[in-house]
């Protein structure tokens, strides 16, 4: 499976568009499924085109709270693309042709949500050959209750995404890849705990499991 990141705190590349918010592609066995949709839908299209991904191509949207710096681009996203299929949202948001997702759930065999955890947000699991790659848009629920949520599903081997305030860093002791984006207080901390695990986010990077 592979996740690009779309929109991010930081630009991994230079002509790419740095803005607070986050979304990335993810792209598991065939399906592309675009993971929240940053603040701004300009940029997230624009980051975008630079990728070489055609908008028309991503058949679903899976988003994970309902904060202006996840959804803000979802409304120009889908006036580029108004055939998505389905729109996959916490039960705290609501939508036309959404799909609710409240409790922990598999959306397609290898594809899962946490459900929404805390009453504000929902990640998406991937189970791959080597594990779960957990992506989660800014982890306002407590670390540990995401990562039980997603363990029902199977064996954790790595998360990419917004963190917040986590700082419970032992938690990521089993974890072979972390990749800290948008809104993560303790990139440093991450980074010296677990280099060999470590992974720069920014817009533009690409994620190969």
Request: charged share 25%; proline share 4%.
């Amino acid at each position: 499976m592979k996740v690009t990141i779309i929109y991010d705190n930081e630009a991994l590349r230079k002509n790419f568009k740095a803005d607070w918010g986050f979304s990335c592609l993810v792209e598991p066995k065939g399906k592309k499924i675009l993971f929240d949709t940053g603040a701004n839908g300009d940029i997230l299209l624009s980051n975008m085109q630079k990728l070489g991904t055609d908008p028309l191509s991503i058949e679903e949207i899976f988003i994970s709270h309902l904060h202006f710096d996840h959804t803000g681009g979802l409304s120009d996203f889908l006036k580029v693309n108004p055939k998505i299929k389905k729109i996959y949202l916490p039960s705290s948001m609501k939508l036309k042709n959404e799909v609710i997702l409240k409790e922990p759930k598999k959306i397609y065999e290898n594809i899962f949500s946490t459900g929404e955890l805390e009453g504000i947000e929902q990640s998406m699991g991937v189970i791959t050959e080597k594990g779960i790659v957990l992506i989660v848009g800014c982890s306002h629920p407590y670390m540990g209750n995401i990562l039980e949520a997603a363990r029902k599903f199977g064996k954790l081997y790595g998360i990419i995404g917004g963190m917040h305030g986590f700082s419970d860093f032992g938690l990521f002791k089993d974890l072979e890849l972390i990749c800290p984006t948008h809104c993560t207080q303790h990139k440093a901390e991450l980074k010296k705990l677990y280099p060999q695990k470590y992974i720069e986010g920014g817009a533009g990077r690409i994620i190969e499991v």
